[in-house]
């Protein structure tokens, strides 16, 4: 029976923590803790719940049932559940996350020093692209190219800015915003939310175990065993950096404090402390952390599209790929307006599938539950969605009116309530009995 050594599993596990580290995830952190200032360690705490440790949960789920996405889907169906899944493949990859990644890190990596033009980004987002497929060609090998040579150079770069952070702060922790003042520990809740890590973790899951039993390892019980422990070291590695820059954001609105968004703290904080080398620090950690994920999402989108259609895993990358460099061509402003809608429609039901999942033990039929608690969720997810698109015309007063609805998360009492209802049917129906031979 083959087994990983220790610096194979650190090295899965360092694999891990580059495919969650995109650009938003170092973008987020500074940007809540430049407004909770004071209450920083509280936005912190909130933040990790969701930022950490709903991807943690989703990564565990997936170890359980194999790595894919389509255990998970199995109690709703084949139809419901092959739809949720292209949706989730689609959204995080070609459509969207995948070429976003790029214009990201041309936006803060290269274009301070090129300037922003369409043909600088063309030629960037070309040679990205080649090194992106490059690396996605060749997933038996992601561990080895990921985990072992360009992940220690990122956390390299990640030290030495989180260490700066920490004994090189730009200043004393300011005060903190109206809404930090009122509720820190929600409010970072909200922005962990908001990292949409939960939808990359249905992607990376399947990732996660290809590249386990690429080194040989066929025993399900190891191989689930193996992406628990992958992902934990994921998690610890993303809570280190996000309490550092949350530190970072927190201790720079003295140099920052008219910043509308992470990047500008993150710049104004490497220029102050390092100058010329900060940006040439900031544009290695951004373009690494982009790279690494993009490599992630399109080797899951390549898996999955090819075990569906009639393609190889080949094709399906190349095409996404050069996809992604189309799409990622027509600028981050439009990208961004058009993903935005879309990404927190499914988060919903992303949160509310790893949880029945989890929890699967409790169901005598699982199918009685999945489907109506999933059926509510999209259907807030569809409203929190158009809200999102600028359409909250459309949307009754009814949802409006409904706990945390203001947060996004008008859907949870509904979702409680219909799961509530669902689990008493559940054991007043018994166990279903299995169909006659």
């Not at 936006?107 to 990205?128: C, K, R």
């Not at 260490?163 to 003042?181: N, R, V």
């Not at 969720?377 to 949307?395: R, S």
Request: glycine share 12%; net charge neutral; charged share 10%.
């Amino acid at each position: 029976m083959t087994r990983l050594k220790g610096l194979d599993l650190l090295a899965l596990g360092f694999m891990t923590f580059a495919l969650f580290l995109g650009a938003g995830n170092i973008i987020f952190p500074p940007s809540a803790g430049l407004a909770a200032g004071e209450n920083v360690w509280r936005a912190a705490a909130g933040f990790l719940l969701t930022g950490v440790g709903l991807p943690l949960l989703t990564v565990i789920a997936l170890a359980r049932v194999g790595g894919g996405m389509d255990r998970l889907t199995a109690p709703l169906g084949r139809r419901a559940g092959l739809l949720f899944a292209v949706a989730v493949y689609l959204a995080i990859g070609p459509l969207f996350a995948t070429p976003r990644t790029a214009v990201v890190s041309f936006e803060m990596g290269v274009a301070p020093f090129t300037g922003e033009s369409s043909l600088a980004l063309f030629l960037y987002s070309a040679a990205y692209f080649a090194a992106v497929l490059f690396l996605a060609l060749n997933p038996g090998k992601l561990v080895d190219s990921v985990g072992k040579l360009i992940t220690p150079v990122l956390l390299s770069a990640l030290l030495v800015l989180g260490g700066a952070a920490l004994f090189a702060p730009a200043g004393a922790i300011g005060s903190s915003s109206a809404e930090y003042q009122a509720a820190p520990l929600v409010e970072g809740f909200l922005q962990g939310y908001l990292t949409m890590d939960t939808l990359g973790a249905l992607v990376f899951g399947i990732v996660i175990a290809t590249a386990i039993r690429d080194h040989g390892v066929k025993d399900s019980s190891l191989v689930t065993r193996y992406s628990v422990i992958a992902g934990a070291i994921a998690a610890l590695g993303l809570c280190l950096v996000y309490l550092a820059l949350f530190y970072l954001g927190a201790t720079s609105q003295g140099i920052a404090g008219e910043a509308q968004n992470g990047v500008q703290i993150l710049t104004a904080y490497v220029q102050h402390t390092f100058g010329v080398a900060g940006s040439l620090l900031l544009a290695v950690v951004i373009t690494l952390a982009c790279l690494t994920t993009a490599v992630g999402l399109l080797t899951a989108c390549g898996e999955f599209f090819s075990g569906m259609l009639p393609l190889s895993y080949r094709t399906v990358v190349i095409v996404f790929g050069l996809f992604s460099l189309g799409v990622a061509n027509q600028g981050l402003t439009q990208l961004i307006s058009l993903s935005v809608p879309v990404l927190v429609g499914l988060y919903p039901l992303a949160i509310v599938l790893v949880a029945l999942s989890l929890m699967d033990r409790f169901w005598l039929d699982p199918r009685r539950v999945f489907v109506p608690t999933m059926a509510v969720a999209l259907l807030f997810g569809l409203v929190d969605g158009l809200t999102a698109a600028g359409f909250a015309g459309l949307v009754p007063a009814m949802f409006a009116g409904l706990p945390l609805a203001g947060q996004s998360l008008g859907w949870l009492m509904p979702v409680l309530m219909t799961l509530t209802v669902a689990v008493l049917v559940d054991r007043l129906m018994g166990r279903r009995l299995p169909a006659p031979a």
